[in-house]
């Protein structure tokens, strides 16, 4: 398991996010939670334009092992979603972190990232598991 990026926030539900410079909330899974999956054979991503709350499920992940719902940490309107995973679903596992963000989010409400869990609290929860 890698050490978790102190930049992020997380959801109790392993998702991650952070603000980029164009203010956009940018989203993946966790380490954990790609680990806990195995491989990735397809990624269902949301559409651009859709309105999403905090907390509802937005897209799914499918590996060898199980179908997992995805869910926003944040509310707000999809402006990106990563269409490589589309042909490379793999960059998940390889570049949870990284490569393998999953959309990207104008956030309605930055007070909800207060919401969220710091690196050190989210690494308590993995523990827990």
Sequence with gaps: ???????????DSHEWVYLDEEGHAVV???????????DLMDVHLPEV???IDQGEEIMSLESVKAASDIFSPLS??????????????ERVNDEPYDGGWLFKLAP?????MDDLLSDVDYQGLI???
């Design 28 to 38: 993946g899974i966790t380490d954990f939670a790609q680990e806990s999956l195995g």
């Design 108 to 112: 309605h409400d930055l007070s909800e």
């Design 127 to 129: 523990d827990q598991s």
């Design 49 to 51: 334009g859709a309105d």
């Design 76 to 89: 707000g309107e999809v402006v990106a979603v990563n269409t490589e995973l589309e042909d490379e679903p």
């Design 1 to 11: 398991m890698s050490v978790l990026p102190s930049h992020l926030k997380y959801a």
